[in-house]
Protein backbone atom coordinates (compact mmCIF):
# COMPACT_ATOMS: atom_id res chain seq x y z
CA UNK A 1 0.00 0.00 0.00
CA UNK A 2 2.47 2.80 0.63
CA UNK A 3 4.22 1.90 -2.96
CA UNK A 4 0.28 2.50 -4.21
CA UNK A 5 0.90 5.46 -2.18
CA UNK A 6 3.79 6.85 -3.49
CA UNK A 7 2.84 6.85 -6.88
CA UNK A 8 -0.12 8.65 -6.46
CA UNK A 9 2.17 11.31 -4.58
CA UNK A 10 4.58 11.00 -7.32
CA UNK A 11 1.15 11.54 -10.48
CA UNK A 12 -0.06 14.75 -7.91
CA UNK A 13 3.82 16.46 -8.64
CA UNK A 14 5.29 15.13 -12.08
CA UNK A 15 8.09 17.48 -11.42
CA UNK A 16 9.06 16.18 -7.76
CA UNK A 17 11.99 13.60 -7.82
CA UNK A 18 11.72 10.08 -7.22
CA UNK A 19 12.67 10.42 -3.24
CA UNK A 20 9.78 11.21 -1.43
CA UNK A 21 9.92 13.33 2.06
CA UNK A 22 9.04 10.41 4.66
CA UNK A 23 6.96 12.52 6.29
CA UNK A 24 4.48 12.84 3.53
CA UNK A 25 4.30 9.43 2.63
CA UNK A 26 3.59 8.93 6.40
CA UNK A 27 0.72 11.48 6.41
CA UNK A 28 -0.92 10.05 2.96
CA UNK A 29 -0.46 6.31 4.84
CA UNK A 30 -2.48 8.02 8.08
CA UNK A 31 -4.97 9.87 6.71
CA UNK A 32 -5.96 6.67 4.39
CA UNK A 33 -6.29 4.34 7.80
CA UNK A 34 -8.23 7.28 9.37
CA UNK A 35 -10.61 7.55 6.49
CA UNK A 36 -11.36 3.69 6.19
CA UNK A 37 -12.17 4.24 10.02
CA UNK A 38 -14.39 7.74 9.95
CA UNK A 39 -15.67 7.50 6.23
CA UNK A 40 -15.58 3.50 5.64
CA UNK A 41 -19.32 3.92 3.30
CA UNK A 42 -18.65 5.91 0.50
CA UNK A 43 -19.72 5.39 -2.80
CA UNK A 44 -18.59 3.23 -5.41
CA UNK A 45 -17.64 5.62 -7.86
CA UNK A 46 -15.85 7.34 -4.73
CA UNK A 47 -14.29 4.82 -3.10
CA UNK A 48 -11.90 4.84 -6.56
CA UNK A 49 -10.53 7.70 -5.77
CA UNK A 50 -9.91 7.00 -2.18
CA UNK A 51 -5.90 6.91 -2.20
CA UNK A 52 -5.79 9.86 -4.19
CA UNK A 53 -8.11 11.86 -2.07
CA UNK A 54 -6.23 11.09 0.81
CA UNK A 55 -2.52 11.48 -0.87
CA UNK A 56 -4.23 14.88 -2.42
CA UNK A 57 -5.15 16.06 1.60
CA UNK A 58 -1.84 15.28 2.51
CA UNK A 59 0.22 16.98 -0.21
CA UNK A 60 -2.05 20.05 0.49
CA UNK A 61 -1.66 20.20 4.07
CA UNK A 62 2.28 19.84 4.23
CA UNK A 63 3.09 21.66 0.60
CA UNK A 64 3.94 24.77 2.66
CA UNK A 65 5.82 23.19 5.61
CA UNK A 66 8.08 20.67 2.78
CA UNK A 67 8.04 23.60 0.24
CA UNK A 68 6.32 20.93 -2.34
CA UNK A 69 6.06 21.80 -5.94
CA UNK A 70 3.06 23.00 -7.50
CA UNK A 71 -0.01 19.92 -7.41
CA UNK A 72 -1.51 19.10 -10.41
CA UNK A 73 -4.79 17.42 -9.56
CA UNK A 74 -6.24 14.89 -12.13
CA UNK A 75 -8.95 12.64 -10.25
CA UNK A 76 -9.85 9.34 -11.68
CA UNK A 77 -13.32 10.16 -11.03
CA UNK A 78 -15.31 13.29 -12.49
CA UNK A 79 -14.22 16.52 -11.06
CA UNK A 80 -17.65 17.47 -9.14
CA UNK A 81 -17.66 13.88 -7.17
CA UNK A 82 -14.16 14.62 -6.72
CA UNK A 83 -14.60 18.02 -5.24
CA UNK A 84 -16.88 16.27 -3.02
CA UNK A 85 -15.44 13.53 -2.12
CA UNK A 86 -12.23 15.84 -1.35
CA UNK A 87 -14.69 18.39 0.73
CA UNK A 88 -15.95 15.49 2.99
CA UNK A 89 -12.28 13.49 3.99
CA UNK A 90 -10.84 17.01 4.66
CA UNK A 91 -13.73 17.65 6.75
CA UNK A 92 -13.96 14.23 8.62
CA UNK A 93 -9.95 13.84 9.01
CA UNK A 94 -9.90 17.42 10.25
CA UNK A 95 -6.59 18.60 11.48
CA UNK A 96 -5.84 18.00 15.01
CA UNK A 97 -6.11 21.71 17.17
CA UNK A 98 -3.55 23.13 18.58
CA UNK A 99 -2.97 25.10 22.07
CA UNK A 100 -3.52 28.71 22.28
CA UNK A 101 -1.09 30.81 22.69
CA UNK A 102 -1.06 33.76 25.49
CA UNK A 103 0.21 37.44 24.45
CA UNK A 104 3.74 36.74 25.47
CA UNK A 105 3.90 33.71 22.35
CA UNK A 106 4.31 30.94 24.93
CA UNK A 107 1.96 27.72 24.55
CA UNK A 108 -0.58 27.35 27.57
CA UNK A 109 -2.17 24.50 28.58
CA UNK A 110 -5.79 24.45 30.35
CA UNK A 111 -5.14 23.53 34.22
CA UNK A 112 -7.28 21.19 35.89
CA UNK A 113 -8.87 21.98 38.99
CA UNK A 114 -10.33 19.49 41.80
CA UNK A 115 -13.86 17.70 42.36
CA UNK A 116 -13.33 19.33 45.65
CA UNK A 117 -13.77 22.37 47.15
CA UNK A 118 -11.26 25.11 46.01
CA UNK A 119 -8.09 24.50 43.37
CA UNK A 120 -5.45 22.70 43.97
CA UNK A 121 -2.29 24.48 43.83
CA UNK A 122 -1.07 25.25 40.19
CA UNK A 123 2.22 25.09 39.05
CA UNK A 124 3.44 26.42 35.34
CA UNK A 125 3.84 23.43 32.88
CA UNK A 126 7.48 23.72 31.00
CA UNK A 127 6.89 26.46 27.60
CA UNK A 128 8.80 27.42 24.82
CA UNK A 129 8.29 30.81 22.81
CA UNK A 130 6.57 30.12 19.30
CA UNK A 131 9.17 28.77 16.39
CA UNK A 132 10.16 30.90 13.42
CA UNK A 133 9.65 30.37 10.04
CA UNK A 134 13.12 29.96 9.44
CA UNK A 135 13.59 27.28 12.12
CA UNK A 136 10.42 25.48 11.06
CA UNK A 137 12.18 25.00 7.48
CA UNK A 138 15.31 24.47 9.17
CA UNK A 139 15.21 20.51 9.46
CA UNK A 140 13.90 19.79 5.91
CA UNK A 141 16.29 22.52 3.96
CA UNK A 142 19.59 21.68 5.95
CA UNK A 143 21.82 19.00 5.42
CA UNK A 144 22.49 16.36 8.58
CA UNK A 145 25.82 14.81 9.49
CA UNK A 146 26.57 11.25 9.53
CA UNK A 147 24.47 9.39 11.55
CA UNK A 148 21.77 12.64 12.31
CA UNK A 149 18.18 12.25 11.19
CA UNK A 150 16.61 13.93 8.07
CA UNK A 151 17.80 13.62 4.35
CA UNK A 152 17.61 9.43 3.76
CA UNK A 153 20.93 8.09 2.84
CA UNK A 154 22.19 5.44 -0.12
CA UNK A 155 22.18 2.72 2.54
CA UNK A 156 18.79 4.07 4.00
CA UNK A 157 17.47 3.74 1.09
CA UNK A 158 18.13 0.55 0.26
CA UNK A 159 16.77 -0.04 3.84
CA UNK A 160 12.99 1.59 3.04
CA UNK A 161 12.93 -0.10 -0.18
CA UNK A 162 13.47 -3.35 1.11
CA UNK A 163 10.90 -2.42 4.38
CA UNK A 164 8.28 -1.53 1.96
CA UNK A 165 8.47 -4.29 -0.30
CA UNK A 166 8.90 -4.58 -4.29
CA UNK A 167 8.39 -1.56 -6.19
CA UNK A 168 8.71 -1.30 -10.22
CA UNK A 169 12.18 -0.58 -12.00
CA UNK A 170 13.27 3.00 -11.18
CA UNK A 171 13.13 3.85 -15.41
CA UNK A 172 9.24 2.55 -15.73
CA UNK A 173 7.48 5.76 -14.01
CA UNK A 174 9.45 8.34 -15.77
CA UNK A 175 9.23 6.27 -19.16
CA UNK A 176 5.62 6.04 -19.01
CA UNK A 177 5.50 9.93 -18.32
CA UNK A 178 7.33 10.51 -21.02
CA UNK A 179 5.03 7.94 -23.83
CA UNK A 180 1.90 9.72 -22.44
CA UNK A 181 3.37 13.27 -22.01
CA UNK A 182 4.41 13.00 -25.58
CA UNK A 183 0.81 11.52 -27.20
CA UNK A 184 -0.93 13.93 -25.53
CA UNK A 185 -2.84 11.93 -22.91
CA UNK A 186 -1.39 12.28 -19.47
CA UNK A 187 -4.83 10.82 -17.69
CA UNK A 188 -3.95 7.39 -18.80
CA UNK A 189 -0.43 7.37 -16.66
CA UNK A 190 -1.99 5.90 -13.56
CA UNK A 191 -3.59 3.16 -15.70
CA UNK A 192 -0.18 1.83 -17.30
CA UNK A 193 1.29 2.30 -14.05
CA UNK A 194 -1.34 0.21 -12.31
CA UNK A 195 -0.76 -2.68 -15.25
CA UNK A 196 2.71 -2.97 -14.59
CA UNK A 197 2.19 -2.95 -10.59
CA UNK A 198 -0.35 -5.55 -11.01
CA UNK A 199 1.37 -8.00 -13.85
CA UNK A 200 5.31 -6.81 -12.45
CA UNK A 201 4.35 -7.08 -8.33
CA UNK A 202 1.39 -8.90 -7.93
CA UNK A 203 0.32 -8.59 -4.11
CA UNK A 204 3.26 -6.69 -3.43
CA UNK A 205 5.91 -9.49 -4.03
CA UNK A 206 8.65 -8.99 -7.11
CA UNK A 207 7.69 -11.51 -9.56
CA UNK A 208 10.24 -14.36 -10.35
CA UNK A 209 8.35 -15.01 -13.64
CA UNK A 210 11.18 -15.89 -16.26
CA UNK A 211 9.13 -14.70 -19.40
CA UNK A 212 8.58 -11.19 -17.42
CA UNK A 213 12.02 -10.51 -16.62
CA UNK A 214 13.85 -11.22 -19.78
CA UNK A 215 10.84 -9.29 -21.53
CA UNK A 216 10.19 -6.06 -19.46
CA UNK A 217 10.40 -3.32 -22.03
CA UNK A 218 8.30 -4.81 -24.32
CA UNK A 219 6.02 -5.87 -21.68
CA UNK A 220 5.55 -2.15 -20.73
CA UNK A 221 5.08 -1.88 -24.51
CA UNK A 222 2.28 -3.84 -24.92
CA UNK A 223 0.76 -2.79 -21.65
CA UNK A 224 0.49 1.13 -22.67
CA UNK A 225 -0.81 -0.47 -26.30
CA UNK A 226 -3.61 -2.58 -24.21
CA UNK A 227 -4.64 0.80 -22.15
CA UNK A 228 -4.28 3.01 -25.24
CA UNK A 229 -6.39 1.02 -27.53
CA UNK A 230 -8.93 0.58 -24.51
CA UNK A 231 -8.53 4.68 -24.64
CA UNK A 232 -9.79 4.77 -28.19
CA UNK A 233 -12.16 2.56 -28.18
CA UNK A 234 -14.32 3.78 -25.44
CA UNK A 235 -13.92 7.35 -26.68
CA UNK A 236 -15.39 6.55 -29.94
CA UNK A 237 -17.77 3.31 -29.16
CA UNK A 238 -16.13 0.72 -30.63
CA UNK A 239 -14.91 -2.58 -29.60
CA UNK A 240 -11.02 -2.50 -28.40
CA UNK A 241 -8.81 -3.94 -31.20
CA UNK A 242 -7.07 -7.15 -30.43
CA UNK A 243 -3.65 -6.37 -31.83
CA UNK A 244 -1.53 -3.22 -32.65
CA UNK A 245 -1.28 -1.96 -36.38
CA UNK A 246 1.52 -1.18 -38.46
CA UNK A 247 1.32 2.23 -37.21
CA UNK A 248 0.62 1.94 -33.49
CA UNK A 249 3.41 -0.61 -33.57
CA UNK A 250 6.17 1.96 -34.62
CA UNK A 251 4.52 4.57 -33.14
CA UNK A 252 5.19 2.93 -29.82
CA UNK A 253 8.91 1.48 -30.71
CA UNK A 254 9.56 4.95 -31.66
CA UNK A 255 8.08 6.97 -28.58
CA UNK A 256 10.00 3.99 -26.05
CA UNK A 257 13.22 4.70 -28.17
CA UNK A 258 13.56 8.30 -27.92
CA UNK A 259 12.54 8.20 -24.22
CA UNK A 260 16.01 5.81 -23.48
CA UNK A 261 17.91 9.00 -24.86
CA UNK A 262 15.48 11.23 -23.39
CA UNK A 263 14.94 10.47 -19.97
CA UNK A 264 16.93 11.03 -17.16
CA UNK A 265 16.50 8.46 -14.74
CA UNK A 266 17.84 8.39 -10.46
CA UNK A 267 17.62 5.11 -9.07
CA UNK A 268 16.78 6.18 -5.19
CA UNK A 269 17.12 3.04 -3.86
CA UNK A 270 21.40 3.46 -5.10
CA UNK A 271 21.32 0.65 -7.65
CA UNK A 272 24.62 0.99 -10.50
CA UNK A 273 22.23 0.58 -13.29
CA UNK A 274 19.10 2.27 -13.25
CA UNK A 275 18.26 1.33 -16.60
CA UNK A 276 18.64 -2.05 -15.38
CA UNK A 277 16.08 -4.47 -17.31
CA UNK A 278 15.72 -1.92 -20.32
CA UNK A 279 16.47 -3.53 -24.00
CA UNK A 280 16.17 -2.44 -27.15
CA UNK A 281 12.45 -3.35 -28.80
CA UNK A 282 11.76 -5.28 -31.27
CA UNK A 283 8.43 -5.39 -33.54
CA UNK A 284 8.43 -9.00 -32.96
CA UNK A 285 8.96 -8.84 -29.16
CA UNK A 286 6.46 -6.46 -28.68
CA UNK A 287 3.55 -8.06 -30.96
CA UNK A 288 4.42 -11.48 -28.72
CA UNK A 289 3.78 -9.40 -25.79
CA UNK A 290 0.51 -7.83 -26.67
CA UNK A 291 -0.31 -11.50 -27.02
CA UNK A 292 0.72 -12.68 -24.17
CA UNK A 293 -0.57 -10.18 -22.06
CA UNK A 294 -4.27 -11.41 -23.56
CA UNK A 295 -3.25 -14.85 -23.13
CA UNK A 296 -2.22 -14.89 -19.34
CA UNK A 297 -5.07 -13.63 -18.21
CA UNK A 298 -3.56 -10.26 -17.03
CA UNK A 299 -5.98 -7.72 -18.30
CA UNK A 300 -7.96 -6.91 -15.05
CA UNK A 301 -9.20 -4.29 -13.22
CA UNK A 302 -6.74 -1.95 -14.26
CA UNK A 303 -7.27 -2.28 -18.14
CA UNK A 304 -11.33 -2.26 -17.38
CA UNK A 305 -11.22 0.93 -15.51
CA UNK A 306 -9.72 2.73 -18.39
CA UNK A 307 -13.59 3.45 -19.75
CA UNK A 308 -13.95 5.28 -16.46
CA UNK A 309 -10.61 7.68 -17.25
CA UNK A 310 -12.15 7.92 -21.05
CA UNK A 311 -15.60 8.92 -19.24
CA UNK A 312 -14.47 11.45 -16.45
CA UNK A 313 -11.75 13.17 -19.66
CA UNK A 314 -15.49 13.27 -21.50
CA UNK A 315 -16.79 15.19 -18.99
CA UNK A 316 -14.00 17.71 -18.16
CA UNK A 317 -13.26 18.61 -21.17
CA UNK A 318 -17.30 19.09 -21.29
CA UNK A 319 -17.12 21.61 -18.19
CA UNK A 320 -13.82 23.05 -18.98
CA UNK A 321 -14.83 26.17 -20.61
CA UNK A 322 -15.29 28.88 -18.11
CA UNK A 323 -15.82 26.55 -15.39
CA UNK A 324 -14.26 26.06 -12.14
CA UNK A 325 -12.88 22.57 -13.29
CA UNK A 326 -10.95 23.64 -16.41
CA UNK A 327 -8.15 23.50 -15.01
CA UNK A 328 -8.37 19.88 -13.97
CA UNK A 329 -9.83 18.38 -17.07
CA UNK A 330 -8.23 20.42 -20.23
CA UNK A 331 -6.62 17.82 -23.08
CA UNK A 332 -3.24 19.71 -23.26
CA UNK A 333 -0.41 17.89 -23.85
CA UNK A 334 2.38 18.41 -21.29
CA UNK A 335 5.17 19.61 -23.12
CA UNK A 336 8.86 20.42 -22.04
CA UNK A 337 10.09 23.83 -21.22
CA UNK A 338 11.48 24.64 -24.23
CA UNK A 339 8.20 24.97 -25.93
CA UNK A 340 4.88 26.85 -25.18
CA UNK A 341 2.73 24.93 -28.11
CA UNK A 342 -0.34 22.82 -27.30
CA UNK A 343 -1.60 19.92 -28.55
CA UNK A 344 -4.64 21.85 -29.85
CA UNK A 345 -2.73 24.27 -31.81
CA UNK A 346 -0.06 21.24 -33.48
CA UNK A 347 -2.12 20.56 -36.77
CA UNK A 348 1.11 18.75 -37.93
CA UNK A 349 1.29 16.27 -35.05
CA UNK A 350 1.60 12.58 -35.95
CA UNK A 351 -1.87 11.64 -34.57
CA UNK A 352 -3.62 14.28 -36.75
CA UNK A 353 -1.64 13.43 -39.80
CA UNK A 354 -2.50 9.74 -39.71
CA UNK A 355 -5.98 11.04 -39.36
CA UNK A 356 -5.85 13.20 -42.59
CA UNK A 357 -4.25 10.54 -44.48
CA UNK A 358 -7.14 8.06 -43.77
CA UNK A 359 -9.51 10.79 -44.27
CA UNK A 360 -7.69 11.48 -47.73
CA UNK A 361 -7.67 8.29 -48.92
CA UNK A 362 -11.48 7.39 -47.99
CA UNK A 363 -12.51 10.69 -49.90
CA UNK A 364 -10.54 9.56 -53.09
CA UNK A 365 -12.04 6.30 -53.26
CA UNK A 366 -15.82 7.07 -53.19
CA UNK A 367 -14.57 10.00 -55.71
CA UNK A 368 -12.96 6.99 -57.76
CA UNK A 369 -16.43 4.98 -56.92
CA UNK A 370 -18.89 8.06 -57.97
CA UNK A 371 -17.30 8.54 -61.33
CA UNK A 372 -17.07 5.32 -62.08
CA UNK A 373 -21.06 5.35 -61.23
CA UNK A 374 -21.39 8.85 -63.06
CA UNK A 375 -23.56 9.50 -60.15
CA UNK A 376 -23.17 12.94 -57.59
CA UNK A 377 -21.56 11.91 -54.36
CA UNK A 378 -22.09 13.17 -50.67
CA UNK A 379 -19.10 14.48 -49.08
CA UNK A 380 -18.70 14.16 -45.71
CA UNK A 381 -17.06 17.13 -43.95
CA UNK A 382 -17.35 15.85 -40.62
Given at each position: M?R ?8 LM???GS ?5 L ?6 L ?9 T?K?E??V???YA???L???R?KI????P??QV??P ?11 HL?HVLA?P??P????S??L?T??SK????G?A?Q???P ?8 Q?L ?7 G???P?T???S??R?R ?17 Y??S?T ?11 G????T ?16 T???A???W ?6 R???R ?7 PS???R?E ?9 K?VT??D?T?G?D????W???K ?9 T???R ?6 W ?5 V??S ?7 A ?9 E???V ?10 Y?YL????M????A???D?LA ?5 KM?G???E?D??
Amino acid sequence: MSRQIEQTLLSLMPSYGSDLPPSLVELAGSLLAQSRLKASTLKAEEEVARIYACANLACDRLKISLDLPPIQVRPPIPPRIYKGLYAHLDHVLAQPSTPSRSRSGRLRTPRSKTLGEGAAEQRPLPSRGTPTKEQSLARFRTTPGKGEPGTPTRSSGRRRSAATGASLRPWVMPVIRYLCSETGQPKLVSSVVAGMDAITVPGGRQTYDEWIVENYTALLAAVYWWVTARARAAARGQETSRSPSLQHRREIISLLTQARKTVTVVDATGGDDPWEGWADLKPRDFSNAVTTVEQRSWLGDWWTGVDDVVRSTAWDAAEAPGGEDADLGEPIRVRRADTMFQDKYDYLSEVRMADFTAWKADVLARIGDRKMEGGAMEIDTQ
